[in-house]
């Protein structure tokens, strides 16, 4: 290990802190201070993604006192820290153009909380209590994101929705401390390690209490059924953009963060029941995606619509926790093996949640920037208008939905699949599966959806009394590179699943490192250009391939090309010929199809599920 960790941990902070300080007494003049903010932050994620690198690559460091808190840097919390500072990067970048969509709003205390938002959020995935460190960062995140979240305090319910959010989140922290109290012998600045030896002397209701408080109050951060319903999408949808795209790519992962490190890392050798809690946590991954797109699909405000979704595709992040830690406690040597895939698929959508979910909110920030709206009713047609951001917008929904070569279809897949082939031990999460499976569609219609309505249809010929162009360079910039990174994703697995394997083995402490440690390339996990697979040594017939987006694309290409040959070797011929408007002569704003009109039978069907929409 060639640097200090924590060393470096120190300067990265010091620069956030500084560019609070010093930024927004520039904030007068908006692009310097956006410019000289986006340099500060990229300074200090700079460091940051080197600790990332280091610990996920060579392995963290001793658990280590740093201002009188104890600190944590491995394998795992690297993995976070990246995923935070590589998206604040993009979005401090794009703040630079799209902060001029608020001339009416003063500037200095978006770039005040700007820094603070990432300084919290590092310092959540590094701090190694819970107590004086956790409550610290909690504060500084929760805070931060609040004021930035009312930036537009002018909008009607803004104050109001942003206040929810400040409470819901502050009861999050009270329910995890709480929980801390139960445990035996707690002390007040207790690290991590030490609250596991004393889990070990508590037993009974009390344990229970323990991990269920303290499960409920990162559910609430993650965005966990029913918990993210009561603020995830009202404060999404109302932050400025670039907060948004940081608020749902990141830092509801600060809850998926705390989830597995209780889960897997605060483990006591006696007393804890890995299957139920993981019957229990893989129960609300189930609920929490399927109720979350379904109330997706009845949005017409696109950033609504995102936000949603958000709270869907946490859902198969928290069933791949459950169904790991289901899988880790299985008799069964094949399902065992299974738990890796499990927790690998988790950590993967992890990560493709955070590049398109940042990509869609950056995307329908400029489509609001353009056109004044994000309410998909009144758009339509911009794909000739702003063909680059129709472009990304069109690969970020294909990732989402997990379309094959797109980075959803792997993470997903291997979720999915696991589950499917725990099967023969667990006939739930067989039936877990078969909904994520299902529930894949409706993302798919959802997004048919937002990307139909506002790119291809038509609409802003008639609702937009404005001149509209595409956006800036400084805002197609992030927005390219987070689509080059979707496809990336999708196309190469291969390059992700062995340094999520290095990143468990590589952080010691967890229930999980033993069977990584059982585990290799050459006996249980294959890893090749056709995917990745488990295999298990004396059962030949057992195995699960679950990732070959390559494979899929050569067919659906092969597919395409016997399509087209067969057409060609008939004659046909294509004629275009005006659209059929149902008897109506000429195509305006009182025929076209709307938003709210789409998928009305199947939104009935749903209607219990909530989040429906009036017109």
Request: charged letters at 10%; aromatic letters at 14%.
């Amino acid at each position: 290990m060639n640097i200090d960790l924590y060393s470096s941990l120190q300067i990265a902070m010091a620069i956030l802190l500084g560019s609070a300080v010093i930024v927004p007494l520039l904030s007068g003049k908006r692009k310097l201070a956006g410019w000289l903010n986006f340099i500060l932050v990229t300074a200090a994620a700079v460091v940051l993604l080197n600790i990332s690198f280091v610990s996920i690559f060579q392995g963290g460091a001793a658990t280590q006192k740093v201002l009188g808190v104890y600190m944590l840097i491995d394998g795992f919390s690297g993995f976070f820290i990246g995923i935070i500072s590589f998206l604040a990067i993009m979005s401090s970048f794009y703040s630079i153009q799209y902060m001029e969509h608020y001339a009416d709003y003063k500037l200095w205390s978006y770039y005040l909380c700007f820094p603070l938002f990432i300084l919290g959020m590092i310092g959540i995935v590094t701090v190694d209590d819970l107590s004086t460190g956790f409550t610290i960062a909690w504060q500084i995140m929760t805070v931060a994101s609040y004021f930035l979240i009312r930036f537009e305090y002018k909008e009607k319910g803004n104050i109001r929705n942003a206040n929810k959010y400040l409470i819901l989140m502050e009861l999050a922290w009270v329910l995890i401390l709480a929980g801390t109290f139960f445990i035996s012998g707690f002390s007040w600045g207790d690290s991590l390690h030490s609250l596991v030896e004393k889990l070990g002397a508590t037993s009974g209701a009390s344990l229970f209490i323990v991990y269920g408080l303290i499960l409920i109050g990162f559910g609430f951060k993650a965005g966990m059924f029913p918990f993210g319903q009561l603020w995830l999408p009202d404060a999404h949808s109302i932050a400025p953009s670039p907060i948004s795209a940081l608020l749902s790519g990141v830092m509801i992962k600060t809850g998926v963060y705390g989830i597995i490190r209780t889960f897997f890392w605060m483990v006591p050798k006696e007393g804890f029941n890995g299957m139920v809690w993981g019957i229990i946590i893989a129960s609300f991954g189930a609920v929490t995606l399927f109720v979350g797109t379904t109330q997706a699909l009845k949005q017409h405000d696109a950033k609504r619509l995102h936000a949603y979704h958000s709270i869907g595709q946490m859902g198969y992040i928290i069933l791949g926790i459950g169904s790991a830690l289901v899988m880790l406690n299985s008799p069964s040597v094949f399902v065992k093996a299974l738990s890796v895939l499990a927790i690998i698929g988790a950590m993967y959508h992890t990560l493709n949640h955070t590049v398109f979910k940042g990509l869609l909110f950056l995307s329908t920030g400029s489509v609001l920037y353009a056109t004044g709206t994000k309410d998909l009713n009144k758009l339509g047609g911009l794909i000739k208008i702003m063909p680059v951001t129709a472009l990304v917008a069109g690969i970020a929904s294909l990732s989402i939905a997990g379309m094959p070569s797109f980075s959803g279809f792997a993470s997903k897949w291997t979720i999915i699949s696991s589950d499917i082939l725990a099967g023969n031990q667990s006939l739930m999460l067989a039936i877990f599966g078969i909904i994520a499976l299902f529930t894949s569609a409706v993302t798919l219609a959802s997004y048919v959806k937002f990307f139909g309505m506002t790119f291809t249809s038509s609409g802003v010929e008639w609702t937009v009394k404005k001149e509209i162009k595409e956006v800036p360079w400084t805002m197609l910039l992030p927005k390219v590179i987070l689509a080059m990174l979707c496809l990336a994703q999708g196309l190469l697995p291969i390059l992700y699943f062995e340094t999520f394997i290095g990143i468990f083995k590589n952080s010691a402490g967890s229930s999980l490192q033993a069977v990584f440690g059982d585990v290799s390339l050459d006996n249980y996990i294959v890893n090749s250009a056709m995917g990745v697979s488990v295999t298990v040594p004396g059962l030949e017939g057992a195995v699960s391939s679950v990732a070959v987006p390559l494979v899929v694309l050569i067919i659906l290409a092969a597919a395409y090309l016997f399509a087209w040959l067969l057409k060609k070797s008939g004659g046909a011929e294509e004629k275009e010929v005006p659209t059929w408007l149902c008897g109506y002569q000429d195509l305006n704003n009182n025929n076209r199809y709307v938003a709210h009109n789409m998928y009305s039978a199947f939104k009935k069907a749903v209607k219990w599920t909530g989040g429906n929409v009036k017109k």
